[in-house]
């Protein structure tokens, strides 16, 4: 589990306990996602813990979010990974903490919506839209959602840099044989540039609004 001694650096739960140190790449990791991480516990009082994995298998992503008694998990599977970070090999080393950031920002917005009661809910009128098995739908909407949280979360704290992120999330979210939930690129592409965003919404309403439009061409 999380040092206590990197706790207070980060704001985080304090009721996490400390197995062992943490490793190079979780300091990097967690660093990287400060800023989303004190948001998420200091402004939106989410009920948000973190997890290190101690041994990872080489097929885990290396981070993810579940949840579970009412609280949001947040998991780091990096140790013993060798392909933990895969997904950066293509980012310039000077912006990749961006990109972590991002993909935290990305968790919390799946956070958002289990505390809200809303996971695999779509509003009135959008179920029947898609023909495609229900699993792979709901899931696929959800992370649609968490992609446009990151890219808002972008907008609003390093807009100079929405650019380079909304590519990026793109070049990861091209479709693929091994897509498949991940497939998000109907809702990328409703957030060119930052603009797109009402920022005088808040944050997950931001997000809410574009994922509505996704959903018409989700299909």
């Not at 739960?13 to 140190?21: K, V």
């Not at 190079?24 to 998420?40: N, Y």
């Not at 579940?66 to 933990?84: F, I």
């Not at 009661?117 to 696929?140: I, K, M």
Request: contains cysteine; glycine residues 6%.
């Amino acid at each position: 589990m999380i040092k206590r001694t990197f706790l207070p650096l980060l704001l985080l739960a304090s009721s996490l306990a400390s197995a062992a140190e943490l490793t190079e790449m979780e300091i990097r990791w967690l660093k990287a996602g400060a800023a989303v991480l004190t948001h998420a516990k200091q402004e939106l009082k989410l009920p948000l813990d973190i997890t290190v994995q101690p041994q990872a298998r080489a097929t885990d992503v290396p981070l993810a979010l579940g949840y579970d008694n009412g609280r949001c998990k947040l998991v780091l599977s990096m140790r013993g990974n060798p392909n933990a970070e895969v997904i950066l090999n293509n980012v310039p080393e000077d912006q990749r903490p961006l990109m972590i950031e991002a993909m935290v920002a990305h968790e919390i917005g799946h956070c958002w919506r289990y505390v809200q009661g809303e996971w695999h809910v779509v509003p009135s009128g959008f179920e029947e839209r898609q023909q495609q098995s229900a699993a792979l739908r709901d899931t696929r909407r959800e992370e649609g959602y968490a992609d446009l949280v990151a890219l808002a979360w972008m907008q609003q704290r390093h807009p100079a840099q929405y650019a380079a992120v909304a590519g990026w999330m793109q070049q990861v979210r091209a479709p693929s044989p091994s897509s498949g939930t991940h497939s998000t690129l109907v809702w990328l592409q409703q957030a060119p540039t930052g603009a797109a965003f009402d920022t005088g919404l808040p944050l997950f309403e931001q997000a809410d609004r574009l994922w509505r439009q996704g959903l018409l061409l989700d299909r």
